[in-house]
């Protein structure tokens, strides 16, 4: 694969050396290191040919582009919650010093590809594990890993290029620039979540699942508050580094200064008074303070107002990301205070719960179903109020006659098992059983069997009568599995331990589909699975995202992975992994469900970032004599103080309302 990786780099690359040499062919290219940066390179880091140009800026972009790799690496089944926050922030700073919008048109594609591939390749050894089935590493496995992160980070290129084509077609807009990324990039993973056949796999609020109070944050607005935070994060510390560094019009991805008698301003040294450096140089004093003495210079002050007016823009910014940051941490770790039940500092004996025994019941299906039976009435007897069985553990029946009689053992287990229970001369436990039982159901229509194949949950309730039938909404197609997709409605049944629901293994990684128990007030919700390899680890993870969206409690059985118990604040119990033929009995704690907000109203901040992100889109891509009517149409009745205060420009401005147009861009 590292092989690959680099033939598929200098073959990116070599279009560019080419084309620099066709256009400069009497140009003789340097000797050494120095030689072969230069014709590897992008043309950005050698502003003028032949010249002993400097490759600082080249080396910093390549250590940009690995530190994002290693950012990538580390962010999904052995994820560093750090990373997920600055792996953004790496990319765009590297999109930005290579200056990939300057580029010759080979040059951007080899940029982007490069972009492209490295960020797969990271996103592939993240997930290396993802669909390595059997116990043996295969490299099938891991190509077709990779070939889904390629075509994945194609789409995910998209909000860093419309940040940076939103820099060029906008300089001024410094308050906005922030929003432009963290809205698209979010509006992104939420289209994913909704359309994509692996669901949620791989968000990037996943690897915040040991942060508590940023996950508990998921009952407000779920998994896209959570990836909005991350981004903005990024971009906000994106834009903070690019103005600590450069002037407000010096950045390269503007052509010219915007104002062509700039340099009366700009030429100006803070601590003499006098003419001096052309860059701002941002002191300990900070940037209100540099600005304030920034605008006492008498010539031009218009110029000197415009940049004061981006830097109190991106500082107001600044406060307004740091306001929301603390405050969705305040709220987060509020949530378990609040409404555990333990506010305002109860007594000991005020907070208990009751609980429940539960157990978790694997099978083998090498050696039959009896040792699964046989464990399942020890269950009974031995009192649990609930028994689960991972998924498709008791085997395949064919037609609606072979699942009746699957019923009515389950009803004859049931009930000996309540039979062995009220002998025992210790009667603890009177609540249950509800016994979950999983099985595969293949459709016969007396002729032949038909191709339909179902993955199915039933509840048994303790008077040996079905409680509802679930079918799986989700089958991992990415992994074999071959059967029918349910109807995709979620359903229940009033216990004596609570309303119950259930969903089978992959149908968690879909938070509409769970949303459904929510908006039913779902106290318990059920989730059989079978993992393999490392998955196990990931999957439980996700899944506890539901509990804290939703409010349920959560109880996992798993073959060949981890089985638990997740509370509504994203408390885990029991947390066991095993392989098969082995009984997991956990304590299950008995509560209502918990309110959120998420599956009334929260996940609506989903779809309110996705119109953003749109209209970000359009003013960045779309045709720019559209958007200077549109800017004519809705703010021309609107005066701009700021210009009308100095005068007319000149020099090829025209302003509409708020908007400044200079040379064909909106300033």
Known sequence: LLGIHSAAVLLLLLPGVVYRRRQAPTLPLA??????????????????????????????????????????????????????????????????????????????????????????????????????????????????????????????????????????????????????????????????????????????????????????????WGLEGIVFLLAWTAAVAHESLLLRHHTMFEGSLIDSPPFPDQNHCSNFDEDSGSAGSTDIHFSGRGWRTYASRYTKIGTNLCICER?????????????????????????????????????????????????????????????????????????????????????????????????????SEAARVVSLGLHMRNSLSDQTQRQGPYLGI??????????????????????????????????????????????????????????????????????????????????????IMLDTAETWGSIGHLEFMSDSFRAVENGFMMLRCSLNGVSGVVTPFNDVLNYREALDDSILIMDLPISKRAKTLYPQFGFLFGWMIDFIALFYVAVSWGPFCLIQKVAKCFLKSHSCNFIDQHGDRGHGYQTYGNMEFFRGDAA
């Not at 099978?363 to 699964?372: E, H, I, P, T, V």
């Not at 509802?468 to 989700?474: E, M, Q, R």
């Open 31 to 220: 000797r050494g290191p120095a030689g072969l940066a230069r014709a590897l390179l992008p043309q950005a880091c050698f502003p003028v040919m032949g010249s002993d140009a400097t490759v600082a800026r080249c080396w910093k972009a390549g250590a940009l582009l690995f530190v994002s790799f290693l950012s990538s690496a580390f962010g999904g089944l052995q994820a560093i919650m750090i990373l997920a926050w600055l792996q953004p922030l790496f990319l765009l700073l590297f999109l930005h010093h290579s200056e990939v919008f300057h580029q010759p048109l080979l040059a951007k594609i080899g940029i982007l590809l490069l972009t492209c591939v490295v960020q797969a390749v990271g996103y592939a050894v993240a997930f290396a594990g993802m669909l390595n089935i059997s116990s043996s590493f295969l490299a099938a496995n891991l190509g077709l890993v990779f070939l889904m992160c390629t075509l994945f980070w194609i789409v995910l290129l998209l909000p860093f290029l419309t940040h940076l084509q939103f820099r060029i077609r906008f300089p001024h807009a410094v308050f906005s620039r922030p929003f432009v990324f963290a809205s698209i990039w979010t509006a992104l993973w939420h289209v994913s979540a909704c359309i994509n056949p692996i669901g949620s796999t791989g968000n990037p609020a996943y690897t915040q699942y040991s942060f508590q109070s940023i996950v508990l944050t998921a009952r407000l």
């Open 307 to 407: 940049q004061c007016c981006q830097l109190r823009d991106h500082a107001f910014h600044v406060k307004l990301w740091g306001t929301v940051v603390l405050l969705s941490l305040v709220f987060g770790g509020a949530q378990e205070i609040l409404y555990s039940g333990s506010f305002f500092q109860k007594r000991i004996e005020k907070t208990i719960k009751p609980t429940v025994q539960a157990s978790c019941v694997l099978g083998n299906r090498l050696s039959g179903n009896d040792a699964l039976w046989n464990n399942t009435v020890q269950r009974i007897a031995a009192g649990d109020a609930l028994i689960l069985w991972p998924e498709a553990a008791g085997g395949t029946v064919v037609g609606d006659d072979e699942e009746a009689k699957l019923f």
């Open 438 to 523: 999983t099985y595969i159901k293949q459709m016969n229509t007396g002729k032949q069997f038909l191709a339909e194949v179902y993955n199915c949950f039933a509840l048994i309730l303790p008077n040996g009568k079905v409680g509802f039938t679930y079918s799986k909404t989700h089958p991992v197609y990415v992994a074999g599995e071959n059967i029918s997709a349910g109807p995709g409605t979620l359903k229940f049944v009033d216990t004596s331990i609570g309303r119950i629901s259930a969903a089978i293994c992959f149908d968690f990684e879909f938070p509409t589909l769970i949303r459904q128990a929510g908006n039913m007030g779902v106290d």
